[in-house]
Each structure stands twice: as C-alpha cells, then as structure tokens.
C-alpha cells in the first residue's frame, strides 16, 4: 500500500517561530503537494512540486516556502507562523501520468497546526 | 481557470433515506478526472471513485452511486438508503491530468441521523 507519512499529527507553535511540516511518502512518486483545509474553505494548494528540486505555487502560497532535496520527502516551512496559520495540513502524491482507473493520489493523516 | 462547487454546505437525514450531494464544475480542457473523496471526523480523506472525462457511464458501488453529466458538467453523488455511518465530509474534486493537483470543492458536510 501507498503510504504518505507527515511527521507530526498535532503541533502547537508560537507566533513568529519558525515551523517544519515533513512529509514522507514510499512509492517513488514524481509529483508531491501541500494542502491546507479550513472550514468552509475545503482544501486549497499551497505548492506542489513535479519532481525534485522543482516547486511552483499553488493557490495560496503567502506565508510558506517548500524544500524537495530528495524524491520522496515534501517540507512546508512557515518562516516566521503566524495565527491565522493555524490550520490542518494535508500532504499527497501521485505518480506521474498515471492512466489507469482507481484512485492516483494519495494523502497523508493531516497535521493540526495551532499557532498561539 | 477550474472550479468546482458544492453548493450544499450541509445536509442533514434521517438514517434510510437516499441522498444527493451535488457538484458542478467549470474547465475549459477537453480531457479532466473528476473525484469524490470522504472525510470522516477523524480527518482522513478518503478516496471514493475517480472518472474521466472520456467516460461518461455512471457507476454503482454498493450503497454509493455517480451520475456524471458532460452536458451540464456536473458529478453527483448519491448515497441510498444513508446509515450514520455516513456521516462526513463530502469533497468533489477535479484535476487536468492524471496525477496532476486537484482542484477542491468546498465540500458537503453530511450528518446522518438515527
């Protein structure tokens, strides 16, 4: 089975710390991606990255940066977390140019993100 | 520019009645893949069907059935005979390539009654 593990379920950060979001996944996909979800809002894209050391912006990138050095590892920085940061982080992957019917990304648990 | 929208925010049934979740779409592409994904309150996600968009025959699995509909670019989601179980979020999601980033609905927030 695919499996996304982001290293931290419930974090709670203070304002202006620097935060690390990991994210791991082990079937040799390309592509990786940062999302965040708020109520009423669903999920939106923060980056995404098609392979490494590549990474483009989503839909709300302000507030975060990415880092992909190796293939399977996907990090979301908030370089200086603010409150209304606070939020649940969702990480996934997927294989490139999957055609095949059936489910092509996989998401992690989520990670709680409380800045105070 | 992609859009999805599930313009019920929250339903609420009574357990053994049939409900419709609704999702419409916007894409200006030719080819795109449609996904229902459900959240239950533990916060996972969890995939429920994916469809392209060269393939416009609905699907029944189980209690949960998909009607998709190019000429009025919707996808909805049918859940018959509903059991509390169901109760969760209900994401409508579409992306332009296989693999590639989705782009979510606000989701639908089902809650199931005995």
């Known amino acids: 089975d695919v499996k996304v593990t982001q290293s931290s379920r419930y974090l709670v950060k ?35 990255s098609y392979d490494v050391k590549m990474k483009e912006k989503g839909d709300i990138p302000e507030g975060y940066s990415v880092s992909r050095e190796k293939k399977e590892r996907f990090s979301l920085i908030l370089e200086s977390a603010s409150t209304n940061q606070t939020s649940m982080y969702l990480c996934a992957s997927s294989p490139f140019g999957q055609r095949a019917s059936g489910n092509t990304i996989y998401f992690g648990e989520g990670s709680w993100l409380t800045v105070v | 520019a992609q859009k999805v929208t599930q313009a019920q925010t929250e339903i609420s049934v009574v357990e053994k009645e049939d409900v419709t979740l609704d999702c419409v779409y916007e894409t200006r592409d030719t080819t795109y893949y449609l996904f229902w994904y459900k959240q239950p309150p533990s916060g996972e996600l969890v995939f429920l069907i994916r469809r392209n968009s060269f393939d416009e025959q609905n699907e029944i699995s189980g ?5 998709f509909q190019k000429s009025t670019s919707s996808f909805n989601f049918t859940i018959t005979a509903s059991q509390v179980v169901d109760s969760a979020v209900y994401f409508c999601a579409l992306s332009e390539h296989s693999g590639y980033a989705l782009n979510f609905g606000k989701g639908t927030s089902l809650l199931v009654t005995p």
């Open chain 2, 63 to 67: 209690r949960y059935s998909w009607n």
């Open chain 1, 14 to 48: 203070r304002t202006g710390e620097k935060v690390f979001l990991e994210c791991v996944q082990d079937m040799d996909h390309e592509n990786m991606f940062w999302y965040r979800q708020d109520p009423g809002l669903g999920l939106r894209l923060i980056y995404f």
